[in-house]
Structure formats: structure tokens, C-alpha cells
């Protein structure tokens, strides 16, 4: 079954607005340290269009693995063989920084995983997953904004606001809270002289665009200081591509590393729609699995002292149907895998309660069953690394949530 896949548009000046630079530096909650003196960072990848985690993390232990997944299956013999885990889940090989990050006991999956979105739409489970909300199309705010509007305040003040990577802010960091936003750009840079004259002529028109450039132009300085080397400067690409994907992350960490800069941070990586030549250990899926493996390595590389406090956690709005079509990809379905990874994370773990892949086990005999809240995971997330209580996880972070717990134990 084919799904339509729409992409939205954003106007120039929102663009502007909210790709370039937009701080509101009055906003400055203290930030909730922990007891122990760190300064803790959380960044969200948001991974569009529904990962396949049956052949991103497979369940090779699972005797009814190979027959669904037909000639995309990962295995463990064979040239381009899985990156076994465990004794039951091994990681596609595009994927080795992972793999070592998970034996290094900072990473780890959380698999059969989904919101509570139980439909099919992209647009619909997008929003559930960045929202927050139960139900699609109840506000424009997302969950990681109001987490940081939510808070502690106090005197001591810390310069507390996100960082939103994209041609547009996502929804997950859209809101009340200060965000600043960045883009990497896989276009020629214009010169200082064309700068400067834009900038004059919104000088003259526009006051409040002449602004919002100004802080884009410094904070891109920012975020690509250095410039690019060998082979990410031969090869800049989209943030659906893996070099495209590695320049957000490298630039991110640029501006997370800053004792002054944001301490949480959403990025959007697309191209997860693999409805035909998905591909299997190697192909059109490995290829951005590998895109988004060599992200996890820059936030490494880029974030020095500061990975030992970081906690990333990469996330999609659904799964994938559990058999191949007739076009050897996988259609929208609905438990998929989240990955963490990070010097703060308890890793070199698996965390699944595994529904099984029998046909009378998928969901709606189709689909990986879920068996755990993806809320539970970011709630988790969100009290050990900021202190945020259940209560307020459950009623402003992500409403109408309070029977979904914390998931404990995820930071070490």
C-alpha cells in the first residue's frame, strides 16, 4: 500500500525569522543542574518519514525475523554481517560507531517502541511525536519547548534556551521558550560585501529582518568555525544525506560545546520513507543509517568534556510493516526502535519487551507490536538529566500522560 508523502513550504521572512536567528534572551529559567555538579545537555534527532527498526536494529534472534523481512533481513554470517548487540538484536553494519558507543556503555536501544499514535499519516504521527499530545493537531508547541519553559526558575541564572536545527525550527522546539535556530548550508556561502549591503537595505525597510540576519550571519560563523575538511568539504550534502547529516551535527556541537550556549537541542533529519529498495545491510536505508551513525561521532568529537554529561536520543513517528512489499520496502506501520547514546547514558544495554513476530503477534497482523510508551523514554530522559518531577512531565511536558511513567535508569 503506497502512502502519500506531503513536504511543507516556509515562507521566506519565517524563514528568516526562525531558520536564521531568533533568541529571546529575556527568557533565562535557572537551569536545573544535577546534585552532582554536572552541566547536562540533551539533543533530539527527529528521524522523518518512519524508520524500519527491524532493519536498522534486527531481532535476529527471532525465529520469524528472516521469513517477514525476506531479502532485506540483516544476519549475522555473510559479507556486510549485522553488528550483534546481544544474543538476540544485532545493529545494521552502517552503523559501527554506534556499535562501539554500545560497547563503550554509552548507548543503548529501546526497541518495540511508539507513541500513541496508532494510524498511518506522517503528517498526523509527526505531530503526535513532536507535540506531546495524545491525538494529533491540538497545539503548535512542541514537548521539548515546554520542557524547557518548565524549568525551575531561581537567582542563579544560566543562559537556558534551545537550539533548533533546520530550515525551520521544529515543532518539538517550537513555543514560548527562546530558540535559536541554524542551518547548514549545502549552497555556495554569499560574501561579506552582499551581507553587508542586504543587511543595509533591511536596515532601511525592515528593521526587525535586519536583526534577525544580523544574529543568523554570527551565529553561522559560529557553527562552521574551523570550515570543512577533506572529505565533508568534497561532498556537503541535504540533511536527508549522510554528509548533510554529519555538517548539522558538527555544527550543533559548536554551538552546544559553548559554556553559554544551548543545553538542549532538536535536529530533523529526513529521508526514512522507504516504501521501495529499502535495502538491507547495505542500500537506500544503510545509507542514511549511516548518516545518522556519523552524527552520533561529531556530537562525540565536537562536544570534548562535555559528551560525559550529553544524552542524544534519536526518534521517528512510527515503524514499518514487519514483511516486505512487493517493491522490496516496507509501508507505514507502528513499533519501531528509539537509539540513545551519549557519555551521560547508561548504555551497553538492550531495553525491550519483545512482542514477538508470529502473525497472530503483529499488530493488526502487520506490524511490530508496541509495548512500550516512547513518552516514558523522553520523560526518563528529561528527569535525570533536568530534574523535571512526574507531575510535570505529566501534565505540561506531555499532557495528558500522567499514567505513563519515567522511564528510571537511562542516565548513568
Not at 551519549?342 to 513476530?357: E, F, N, Q, S, Y
Request: hydrophobic share 40%; with cysteine; glycine share 12%.
Amino acid at each position: 500500500m503506497a502512502f502519500l508523502c506531503e513536504t511543507p513550504s516556509p515562507s521566506r521572512r519565517a524563514l528568516l525569522l526562525t531558520g536564521g536567528a531568533m533568541v529571546a534572551w529575556a527568557y533565562l529559567p535557572k537551569f536545573a543542574r544535577a546534585a552532582d555538579g554536572r552541566d547536562p545537555r540533551l539533543i533530539v534527532i527527529i528521524l522523518r518519514g518512519a524508520l524500519d527498526g527491524l532493519s536498522a536494529l534486527a531481532p535476529v534472534g527471532d525465529p520469524d525475523y528472516a521469513r517477514l523481512h525476506g531479502d532485506i533481513a540483516l544476519s549475522l554470517t555473510g559479507t556486510n554481517a549485522a553488528l550483534p548487540l546481544d544474543s538476540f538484536f544485532a545493529l545494521n553494519p552502517s552503523m559501527p560507531t554506534f556499535a562501539r558507543l554500545y560497547k563503550d556503555g554509552q548507548a543503548l536501544a529501546v526497541h518495540a517502541v511508539a507513541t500513541s499514535y496508532r494510524e498511518r499519516s506522517h503528517f498526523d504521527g509527526q505531530d503526535v511525536l513532536e507535540s506531546g499530545y495524545p491525538g494529533p493537531g491540538r497545539v503548535d508547541s512542541g514537548w521539548l519547548n515546554r520542557a524547557i519553559a518548565n524549568l525551575p526558575a531561581g537567582d542563579k541564572v544560566r543562559p537556558v534556551r534551545g537550539l533548533g536545527v533546520g530550515a525551520v525550527a521544529p515543532l518539538v522546539m517550537r513555543g514560548h521558550a527562546p530558540v535559536l535556530g541554524w542551518a547548514p548550508q549545502n549552497l555556495p556561502t554569499a560574501g561579506d560585501d552582499l551581507a553587508a549591503r542586504v543587511l543595509d537595505l533591511y536596515k532601511h525597510r525592515d528593521p526587525m529582518l535586519e536583526q534577525a540576519l544580523r544574529e543568523g550571519l554570527d551565529t553561522d560563523k559560529m557553527a562552521t568555525a574551523g570550515g570543512l575538511s577533506g572529505d565533508m568539504a568534497r561532498s556537503r550534502g541535504a540533511m536527508d544525506q549522510p554528509a548533510g547529516m554529519r555538517q548539522a551535527a558538527m555544527g550543533a556541537a559548536k554551538l552546544i560545546v559553548e559554556d553559554d550556549g544551548p543545553r538542549v537541542a532538536a535536529l530533523e533529519f529526513d529521508g526514512w520513507d522507504t516504501h521501495a529498495n529499502e535495502g538491507g545491510a547495505t542500500g537506500q536505508l544503510a545509507n542514511r543509517l549511516s548518516g545518522l551513525d556519523g552524527a552520533f561521532d561529531e556530537f562525540q568529537k565536537g562536544l570534548g568534556d562535555k559528551w560525559k554529561d550529553t544524552a542524544i536520543v534519536a526518534i521517528t513517528e512510527f515503524g514499518r510493516t514487519a514483511r516486505i512489499n512487493g517493491t522490496v520496502g516496507t509501508d507505514h506501520g507502528t513499533g519501531t526502535v528509539a537509539f540513545l547514546a551519549g557519555g551521560a547514558v547508561k548504555g551497553g544495554r538492550m531495553i525491550a519487551d519483545w512482542p514477538g513476530l508470529k502473525d497472530n503477534q503483529l499488530y493488526q497482523n502487520r506490524d511490530l507490536a508496541p509495548t512500550t510508551d516512547l513518552r516514558g523514554v523522553l520523560k526518563g530522559l528529561l528527569a535525570d538529566q533536568f530534574g523535571l518531577s512526574a507531575a510535570v512531565l505529566g501534565d505540561k511536558v506531555f499532557p495528558e500522560s500522567g499514567a505513563v511513567k519515567p522511564m528510571q535508569g537511562l542516565i548513568a
